[in-house]
């Protein structure tokens, strides 16, 4: 269990970098842009348009991936805190990811089939649409297995309640 912790927080050094080299490669190129624009040079910088695209949607799946991890994605808790504790936000919490992943698993579906009819390619630099459309499904894998994570934690608090002497209140005592 360890070694999968290891791994998992190497994983998420390695996310976090590539999006902060996606955030930083978007600004220069697109400073890099404003300053041309502005000056008197005549370079031709069409291609940027499909860089920073490519380099975008990379960056908002995997910042995705990232915030999954640590389930900090945009969710509606409103219930789940004023009720903390009870057994029924357990059986919801468990609901809620299980809609997820669903979801993600529709998703990506999807994604690897517009991934695999992808057949053209840019238009500057004749690059395959297979790179950027294929952020979609990596990331929904990744996804995917921090919720069957969630779900197995989820699991396991819903099943620790009913344990006899797993009482809520005790165990900080």
């Known amino acids: 269990m360890k070694a999968l912790k290891k791994i998992d927080d190497i994983f998420d050094k390695i996310m976090r970098w590539f999006v902060i080299g996606l955030c ?5 190129i697109l400073f890099v842009r404003v300053v ?6 005549h370079v031709s910088i069409s291609w940027t348009d499909e860089v920073v695209e ?17 389930g900090e994605h945009f969710r509606v808790d409103l219930i ?3 009720f903390k504790g009870k057994k029924w936000v357990d059986v919801l919490n468990v609901l809620i990811t299980l ?3 669903g979801f993600f698993g529709v998703l990506l579906y999807y994604s690897s089939l517009l991934v695999a009819g992808a ?8 690059v395959s649409t297979r ?31 009913n344990r006899p002497g797993s009482d809520v209140h005790h165990e900080a005592a």
């Open 24 to 28: 930083v490669g978007i600004g220069v």
């Open 36 to 41: 041309i624009r502005f000056t008197p040079m």
């Open 54 to 70: 490519w380099m975008m949607a990379w960056m908002i799946f995997t910042s995705a991936t990232i915030l999954v991890r640590y």
């Open 80 to 82: 789940q805190t004023k």
């Open 99 to 101: 809609m997820s992943i």
């Open 119 to 126: 057949t053209w390619f840019s238009p500057i630099l004749k």
């Open 131 to 161: 790179l950027p459309y294929l952020s979609i499904p990596v990331n929904c894998v990744f996804i995917l297995l921090y919720l069957i994570r969630d779900l197995i934690t989820g699991f396991g608090e819903l099943f620790k309640r």
